[in-house]
């Protein structure tokens, strides 16, 4: 370890994103405290040689680093500022590496309180999924003071094989997440809408995917989430709901911008009536699973809803 | 050359894929005639060792192949079954390659007319670009007989890399084309979307591009066409007006089929908007100088709009 890393490590938030960010950090033999609400998660991090906390603030008392996993803005600010929160009771000069998805303005928010403290923010979003988490194989858009830079890296350098250095001011990492969030859950919404448009017109679907991951209409998702409608598994691997709240601040961010998202726009309300149906904590390529229950198709696994 | 082609090759439709088509046929050293109404584009063809017709009906005199890579449906139907036509002038149980991008339906009703002047029918629209039409790379999604897979092989083995034979019958190459224009067609009103959201928020868009194109939010369009905002180049590598029509075709086929496709139908109205506003036949990145103009923000090459 280098010579200024004099306090403990924390992970806050340890669901399939945080478990995984804390196993590779374990890996590298790493003395890791953890916090989340749910006793399996917590158990599952006990499990694999963490400490767990009793709440945030236990977690992370004299912690140098501590990295927050959780689901949104509001989560994130109850964690770092909140009655057991790990801001007041983390080291001096210690950093938060604040991974959420949320708006910039929470992002540089945040920053300002945390700043006040005495502790610095990384702003650091993260990208890649369960899988690569738990492989330590993240990317991160991350954007902080250079001391914040320093004062993660040596944890940064064990979660992720990708750090993007994307600005010295929180926000900027929020904001290159939301862009990303923004084309990602369109490419979501479109690969279903194409998927079960082609099942409409009597195509052979194995096909379609073959096809189209070999030409110009390839996306990531496309590729990523259409095998989960050709196996008719809809466990969730990422939720529904997970694309209605990201969505949703983009459609936050456009309103406070006067920046019109037509296109997103549409993909959140595909999103809001998959969840409205029933299926908010279903794979979110269940979109394709609505589209077929309105429209009376036959998917894999899914027999004609309408005679 | 195999035993059984006795008769001549033609290509009607002389534009950038036309013309890549007859090159990748006239280098296999195959005898090519060829016709365009354009006479730019046929003395192009004359150039590069190919005999121009003086209309469709003459090039194809007792053909055995005929390539026909036109605009649309109306204009291949004018082609196959006009006054100066292909189809009752080409060598009986001669093959037509069809692959301007149309409606199934459209497909369907043209095999049909062949079949009855005893002329066989390929439905085999093409993708890669005009640049792998010149080197004899394309992907061909076809369908058709048996018989017309054989009659046209030798002619798709030099124009393509990738022969997809995906049915019998007229009609399923169509489908799986619109498919792909649809994915596609959202993907660029998508890309435009992001890369405009984000020089809004104040990013560095080349940055965008360098996190996007390595992030799951990442698509083939987005890697292809955003290069051309990022250097504020709009010369029309393929035109807006091109997904206007084709994702017109797709709106025409979902009211057809009674089957909704909202993010296809957004994305048409952003073709629209970026047509109506003059820009039809410049390229179809278009869209975001469309969006840059209308809420006034800075993009390469491109001004403020607006104070």
């Not at 466990?235 to 209605?244: G, N």
Request: glycine share 10%; aromatic share 6%; net charge negative.
């Amino acid at each position: 370890m280098s010579p200024e890393i004099t306090g403990k490590l924390a992970v806050i938030g340890l669901g399939s994103m945080g478990n995984g960010i804390a196993a590779s950090m374990l890996r590298a033999e790493m003395a890791v405290s953890g916090f989340d609400p749910s006793a399996a998660a917590l158990a599952t991090f006990a499990d694999a040689g963490g400490r767990p906390g009793l709440d945030p603030a236990d977690a992370s008392r004299d912690a140098s680093v501590v990295v927050v996993v959780v689901v949104n803005a509001a989560q994130t600010e109850t964690v770092l500022f909140g009655p057991q929160g790990v801001v007041s009771v983390m080291q001096p000069g210690g950093v938060v590496v604040s991974s959420a998805t949320m708006a910039p303005s929470d992002a540089r928010r945040f920053a300002a309180r945390c700043h006040e403290a005495g502790v610095l923010y990384l702003d650091a979003p993260i990208s890649g999924g369960a899988g690569r988490a738990a492989t330590g194989e993240l990317t991160v858009m991350a954007s902080g003071s250079a001391d914040a830079f320093a004062r993660a890296e040596y944890v940064l350098q064990v979660i992720a094989t990708t750090v993007y250095r994307l600005g010295d001011e929180a926000g900027v990492g929020a904001s290159f997440k939301m862009i990303n969030q923004l084309l990602a859950g369109i490419h979501i919404a479109a690969a279903c809408e194409a998927i079960t448009f082609a099942t409409r017109l009597g195509l052979d679907i194995n096909k379609v995917f073959e096809v189209i991951t070999a030409s110009a209409g390839n996306s990531w998702m496309f590729q990523n989430r259409i095998p989960h409608v050709l196996a008719g598994d809809y466990r969730p691997a990422s939720a529904v709901d997970i694309f209605a709240k990201d969505l949703g601040i983009v459609a936050d961010m456009g309103l406070q911008a006067k920046f019109p998202t037509p296109l997103a726009a549409s993909a959140l309300q595909m999103f809001l009536m998959t969840s409205a149906a029933g299926m908010g904590r279903d794979d979110d390529a269940s979109v394709a699973r609505l589209i077929a229950q309105v429209t009376g198709i036959e998917l894999p696994g899914i027999s004609r809803a309408r005679p």
